[in-house]
């Protein structure tokens, strides 16, 4: 059974930072194509930074310079480091994970997926 957790969604102030935390079990840690997605009430779910097997990572416009993406294979954790935050940062944060991804900002690739994490910023 596979299950992928999130973490650290919080409420901060424009400019704050925020570490969002992922675990996922029941595949082989190592083989795992990750993701961050988020989507803001009235919005599409937006994909804003993946990372593959090889460590390549992908960033949203968006987000490029502000939020880096990381896996710790020794926690068997995905985290994804906000800083700079914008009240248009503001969303439902979830964690996506699989074997194999194309397209590694496009949700409907991936197969399991957390609950989701709120972030809220305010200006």
Same mark, same amino acid.
């Given at each position: 059974?596979? &299950?992928?957790?999130?973490?650290? /969604?919080?409420?901060? &102030?424009? %400019? ?6 992922? +675990?996922?079990? /029941?595949? $082989? ?5 990750? /993701?961050?997605?988020? &989507? +803001? $009430? ?18 949203? #416009?968006?987000?490029? /310079? ?5 896996? #710790? ?10 800083? #700079?935050?914008? $009240? ?9 994970? #699989?074997?194999?991804?194309?397209? %590694?900002?496009? %949700? ?5 997926? %957390? &609950? ?8």
């Amino acid at each position: 059974q596979v &299950q992928v957790v999130e973490s650290g /969604g919080d409420s901060v &102030q424009a %400019g704050g930072s925020l570490r969002l935390s992922c +675990a996922a079990s /029941g595949l $082989p840690y190592s083989s795992l194509y990750m /993701g961050w997605f988020r &989507q +803001a $009430p009235g919005k599409e779910r937006e994909g804003v930074a993946s990372i593959a097997i090889d460590g390549t990572r992908e960033y949203a #416009d968006s987000v490029k /310079g502000r939020f880096t993406i990381s896996k #710790d294979s020794g926690k068997r954790t995905l985290a994804l480091q906000m800083n #700079d935050l914008k $009240p248009e940062d503001s969303a439902m944060y979830s964690c996506a994970a #699989d074997t194999w991804v194309r397209w %590694g900002l496009k %949700g409907d690739e991936y197969r399991f997926w %957390g &609950q989701g994490t709120q972030v809220t910023v305010s200006s």
